[in-house]
């Protein structure tokens, strides 16, 4: 067993508290990481408020993972010591379901197992990457590619992958227009993506102050939603756009922004339901989609895909004293776009 550092809450209006947990011993198939970088998904932040419903506290956040081999159970092949890897939202699955064996094992029949706040199939609770150490089966840990800073591939895993997944599905590339909702973490990956795949990108953010940042991801033009003309001149112009946004919006605004066949995918998850028109999709036989983090081997392709060409988040990195103060920063839309805790603080 590991004892590993780490920051805990302990509810829902809890600050950061510094803890220990322990890590199992290695099953044959385990992989023991020294956690190097953490980042911060809104996510986190939804959980440890308990804004998706209760969850088990002490929680220990964090599934944006990146860090170092430093053991392997006895039947492990896909990694040795010293390599470098990442862990993202999820640690198993059934593996046997339908949508296991296509390879969609976050859609696992049967649940797949979270990072955190979950409970593995040993029956233990799932504690996260704001801690210095974590064991997974080897199947669910990622291969980072040489180029890419272990700092900047933390939040691969999670805001890369999610952006990555229905940019894909939707087949965003030349000749496509897609609109990102939402300049934050995940909307400045999904900007990064969708550009380097060849789209025409446009950014819809509550004010024009983060412009310059979005078009120098590679958005081709940038408007404020704030201000109403935006939906009366965008109307009726993107084939997919993807809605990154962690609170309630008017949906049916954001509709209106598709053309004939579009499609809005919604992966901003507030706790409020979304209410739509039926006459948001039925004149132009548009579609509302969500979609959630993305498969193994998808996730793998998106980390080869960022490595190819060379795309990395923005991030800020912070001190593990600084996790409260990011949370704030986070829920005011003040992140530049994503914090990465540096676990060597712990
Ligand atoms: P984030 O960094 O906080 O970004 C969200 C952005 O949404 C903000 O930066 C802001 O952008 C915009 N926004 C926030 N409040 C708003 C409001 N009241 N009205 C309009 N716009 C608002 O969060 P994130 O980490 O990217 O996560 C975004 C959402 O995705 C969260 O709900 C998270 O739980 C969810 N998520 C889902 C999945 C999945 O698998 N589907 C995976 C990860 C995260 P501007 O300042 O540009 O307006
Ligand atoms: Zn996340």
């Known amino acids: 067993m590991v004892t590993a550092k780490a920051r805990a809450v302990n509810g829902s209006k809890e600050s950061f508290q510094a803890t220990e947990i322990t890590r199992r011993e290695l099953d044959t198939n385990d992989v023991l990481i020294e956690i190097k970088f953490a980042g911060i998904c809104h996510s986190d932040i939804h959980t440890a408020h308990g804004d998706w419903g209760e969850v088990n506290y002490p929680l220990v956040p964090g599934h944006e993972i990146a860090g170092i081999v430093t053991d392997v159970g006895e039947k492990v092949t896909k990694y040795k010591v010293g390599d470098r890897v990442g862990v993202g939202c999820m640690v198993d699955s059934c593996g046997d379901c339908k949508n296991c ?14 990072t955190y706040a979950g409970v593995d199939k040993y029956g233990e609770p799932t504690q996260g990457g704001y801690s210095t150490h974590i064991v997974v089966v080897e199947d669910f840990v990622l291969s980072i590619p040489e180029n890419i800073g272990l700092d900047e591939a933390a939040p ?4 890369g ?5 229905p940019l894909n599905h ?3 590339g030349p000749g496509k227009k897609v609109a990102v909702v939402g300049l934050g973490g995940l909307g400045h990956m999904a900007v990064k993506i969708a ?3 060849g789209a025409d990108v446009t950014v819809l953010s509550q004010t024009l102050n983060k412009k310059e940042d ?7 033009s940038y408007y404020a939603t ?25 949906m049916n605004a954001y509709l ?5 066949n579009g499609t809005l995918v919604n992966v901003g998850a507030p706790a409020e339901p979304l209410e739509i028109n039926a006459f948001s999709l039925i004149p132009h036989r548009r579609s509302f989609a969500g979609s959630m983090i993305g498969g193994i081997r998808e996730t793998q392709e998106m980390l080869n895909f960022c490595a190819e060409h060379k795309i990395a988040p923005s991030i800020e990195v912070i001190s593990a004293d600084e996790i409260d103060r990011a949370y704030e920063r986070v829920m005011a839309s003040d992140v530049k776009y994503r914090f990465v805790i540096d676990i060597s603080t712990m």
């Open 214 to 220: 979005g078009l120098q991801f590679g958005a081709s």
């Open 195 to 197: 550009h380097a795949m």
């Open 156 to 159: 691969l895993l999670c805001a």
């Open 226 to 250: 704030s201000d109403p003309d935006t939906f009366t001149e965008l109307a009726g112009t993107f084939d997919l756009i993807i809605n990154t946004v962690s609170a309630k919006i008017d």
């Open 256 to 260: 209106s922004l598709l053309t004939l």
């Open 161 to 165: 992958i999610t952006t990555f997944s």
């Open 170 to 172: 939707w087949n965003a």
């Open 101 to 114: 064996r296509e390879g969609e094992e976050q859609y696992c029949l049967k649940g797949n197992v979270p």
